[in-house]
């Protein structure tokens, strides 16, 4: 199953690639569809390091993730993600890091616009900006709710004003994504299927799209409710589970406020109870999340307000000329090129084990819920993938997903977990050649 997996994603992305060239079909991206990319060789300052990073990684990994103690391999996987980020970023010099989030596209100029006065007064007519007339909110802020704004204005309002230090504190707290996720599997009794997915975690070409990325730190707050509600269902007091449970509702809610496609985040929670079968953890989630989006609207913005307008103007923007005939099968071959061709292996693997495990008596079934190893990467794989297909079917994600799919990717790829270990072995090495491969040929903006 991996293998016809692995042929699978490979071949979506290959016609991914040459459909649009051959037949001239205007899909609307920059030059290189199925990314937003355009062809550009090169070499720049993070070079060598990259390429030793990733011969280290290659070499070190099967063996650091089975023989280092377990605090030790989460301080090297952090270690070890910010490095692979800052090399992959410094490719292009210091503009790798500093440049993007200083473009008009992007938060931090708006961020630093409205830094000086109380956070209440942008959102004072925030959503008649997101369509248009006076004072238009540019692009990314206009596509998402006021939560990603604040993340950069209490950054301007700490100090860190420039491209360079906003983006060293986003490529910091975007590191911290694979660590949370290996702490919600061990707190979750699957502590070897988290050393075994870790190099795939830490190490890949989604780092491209992360190192500066407000989606990554999106991804990286997601993961970190998923850590607190793991804690939470494995209380064995009802009040460490409510106090664990909130909390963790409070992170949540925020990434609501952070993307509007983050709600499909509870299908991981989903995941995280089901492991447990802690099904009164729910209502104290759902209270903490709507501390959150209650209190943005008692602030002056309503998610439920804004969303509709948000479609408006994406529906009538770019996304109407991205046909959908492409981007449907499109986006799958961009989100394998930025997790890597290994997520098609992973899916069939997942499919292949969800089919099993559904086809086997009910005995079989309590088993392997018996045995976290197995069923917690299962569990997680199976809801990123279904994340993806959600987002996908949705209608509002018409190309650009290699970046904006970024909270989903960490889900799927702990699916590595499940693959023999001849498959991880070779699949790490393909996940680092890759990933070198695109960032020295393409210029992804990020």
């Known amino acids: ?17 040459v459909v649009p060239g051959l037949t001239g079909w205007r899909v609307h991206v920059i030059a290189f569809a199925p990314l937003h990319a355009r062809w550009d060789p090169r070499i720049g300052p993070g070079t060598l390091p990259a390429i030793l990073l990733a011969v280290v990684v290659f070499s070190f990994a099967p063996h650091a993730v089975t023989r280092l103690p377990w605090r030790s391999l989460v301080i090297v996987a952090f270690v070890t993600t910010v490095a692979w980020f800052a090399a992959l970023a410094l490719v292009d010099g210091a503009a790798g890091i500093g440049h993007i989030l200083d473009t008009g596209y992007e938060y931090l100029r708006t961020a630093r616009a409205v830094a000086d006065r109380p956070f209440a007064a942008t959102l004072d007519g925030y959503i008649p900006r997101i369509v248009g007339g006076p004072g238009k909110w540019p692009v990314h802020i206009a596509g998402h709710p006021p939560g990603a704004l604040l993340f950069y204005v209490t950054l301007v309002r700490l100090g860190f004003t420039t491209g360079l230090a906003a983006g060293w504190v986003t490529l910091i707290v975007a590191a911290t994504a694979p660590v949370a996720v290996m702490l919600s599997m061990q707190t979750l009794g699957a502590e070897s299927a988290a050393r075994r997915a870790a190099p795939f975690l830490v190490a890949g070409p989604a780092a491209i799209w992360s190192a500066v990325s407000a ?18 269902v494995t209380r064995r007091t009802r009040r460490g589970t409510a106090a664990f449970g909130v909390v ?15 709600p499909l985040l509870a299908v991981v929670a989903v995941a995280v109870i089901c492991s447990r079968g802690s099904w009164r953890v729910i209502w104290w989630v759902a209270a903490g999340a709507m501390i959150v989006v209650v209190g943005f609207a008692l602030w002056g913005f309503s998610w439920w307000d804004a969303y509709p307008v948000l479609r408006e103007r994406y529906r009538n923007g770019v996304a109407h000329k991205r046909p959908i005939a492409y981007w449907a099968w499109g986006n799958l071959a961009a989100f394998c090129c930025s997790a890597g061709l290994i997520v098609g292996a992973v899916i069939a693997q997942v499919i292949a084990r969800v089919v099993g495990a559904g086809s086997r008596a009910g005995e079989s079934l309590r088993e392997l819920f018996r045995s976290p190893e197995r069923s917690v990467p299962l569990l997680f794989g199976a809801a990123g993938i279904t994340m993806i297909l959600l987002a996908d079917l949705s209608g509002m994600s018409k190309a650009e997903v290699e970046r904006i799919w970024l909270p989903f990717a960490p889900w799927v790829l702990v ?32």
Not at 248 to 262: D, H, P, T
């Open 415 to 446: 699916g590595t977990a499940l693959l023999p270990d001849r498959w991880r072995r070779v699949g790490i090495g393909v996940q680092l050649v890759w990933a070198l491969l695109v960032q020295h040929l393409l210029a992804t903006g990020w």
């Open 248 to 262: 963790s509702g409070v992170l949540f809610g925020w990434c609501v406020m952070l993307s509007y496609g983050l």
């Open 1 to 17: 199953m991996p293998l016809i997996g692995l042929v699978v994603a490979a071949v979506i992305v290959g016609a991914a690639v």
């Open 215 to 232: 989606d990554a730190v999106f991804a990286a707050f997601g993961a970190w409710a998923v850590f607190v509600l793991s804690v939470a």
